[in-house]
């Protein structure tokens, strides 16, 4: 079984390489990018991944008020 990733930040430099090492690893599984916090818990609500990997800083509120959303779901 693999684990499901999810990947949240604003830079697509971070995204992009991120993306690599998720797919480099077969245990786990790349389920979606987003690039804000809105976004990210939209697709944490959609998709339930089963780590989400959040930038500190972006736009929508950022990493911890991301978290604190997804982690009410």
Known sequence: M?????????QA????????VVHAEPSFELVGVAVDAVEAI??????DPD????DVRMPGGGGPHAARQIAKM
Do not use: K, Q
């Open 13 to 20: 430099e971070m995204r992009n390489a991120l993306s690599a």
């Open 42 to 47: 939209e697709l944490a609500c959609r998709l």
């Open 51 to 54: 780590v989400a990997l959040l």
């Open 2 to 10: 693999s684990i499901r990733v999810l990947i949240v930040d604003d």
